[in-house]
Antibody, heavy 119, light 109 residues
Framework: QVQLVQSGAEVKKPGASVKVSCKAS????????MHWVRQAPGQGLEWMGI????????SYAQKFQGRVTMTRDTSTSTVYMELSSLRSEDTAVYYC????????????WGQGTMVTVSS | QSALTQPPSASGSPGQSVTISCTGT?????????VSWYQQHPGKAPKLMIY???KRPSGVPDRFSGSKSGNTASLTVSGLQAEDEADYYC?????????FGGGTKLTVL
């Protein structure tokens, strides 16, 4: 069965960077795009970007351009999302989610990783 | 890219039907048939309920249906049940990126 297992909770100071991992299993890793979505406490879902695990190509939401980097390691079937220059507003649960087949239909989700930015 | 517009809340009694709207523009909802709907219970990851406007993933009850007219997509929940009480989010492709709606809290009275 498809599983997306994310790394554990993080506490970071303002200005620091965080790197969240998402290890995939139960399917051919390179066949499906992976998205990153975040949710601030009590707020809605926010799309951050997408990575093609096959070639590594990415597309990011304009809001995060210059601050976010999504990468993948095909040898371990893992995707990563690194967010830099953290500020308090980046405190949120970060989810990886696998696309159904390229239409942005996020059918499988990781368990979420809480990132807290606090001085 | 602006978020899609959803009503903050909706409600209905058990057995009734409720429809949640999701309004975008011709650059997102109106321009592509790639609208998805997600259900999220407190403390849980979202769950895909509808994709490509009106398709249901395996395991989603047929009480959930989706449609689109122009720049507005809609999710209809028929025969409301207590477990349908949750937050619902729409999402649309917007040309190499995706955008979510602000979410609608559905209350089953």
């Amino acid at each position: 069965q498809v599983q997306l297992v994310q790394s554990g909770a993080e506490v970071k100071k303002p200005g620091a960077s965080v790197k969240v991992s998402c290890k995939a299993s139960g399917y051919t890793f390179t066949n499906y795009y992976m998205h990153w979505v975040r949710q601030a406490p009590g707020q809605g879902l926010e799309w951050m970007g997408i990575i093609n695990p096959s070639g590594g190509g990415t597309s990011y939401a304009q809001k995060f351009q210059g601050r976010v980097t999504m990468t993948r390691d095909t040898s371990t079937s893992t995707v990563y999302m690194e967010l830099s220059s953290l500020r308090s507003e980046d405190t949120a649960v970060y989810y990886c989610a696998r696309d159904l087949y390229g239409s942005g239909s996020l059918v499988f989700w990781g368990q979420g990783t809480m990132v807290t930015v606090s001085s | 890219q602006s978020a899609l517009t959803q009503p903050p809340s909706a409600s209905g009694s058990p057995g009734q039907s409720v429809t949640i709207s999701c309004t975008g523009t011709s650059s997102d909802v109106g321009g592509f048939n790639y609208v998805s709907w997600y259900q999220q219970h407190p403390g849980k990851a979202p769950k895909l309920m509808i994709y490509e406007v009106s398709k249901r993933p395996s395991g989603v009850p047929d009480r959930f249906s989706g449609s689109k007219s122009g720049n507005t997509a809609s999710l209809t929940v028929s025969g409301l049940q207590a477990e349908d009480e949750a937050d619902y989010y729409c999402s649309s492709y917007a040309g190499s990126l995706w955008v979510f709606g602000g979410g609608t809290k559905l209350t089953v009275l």
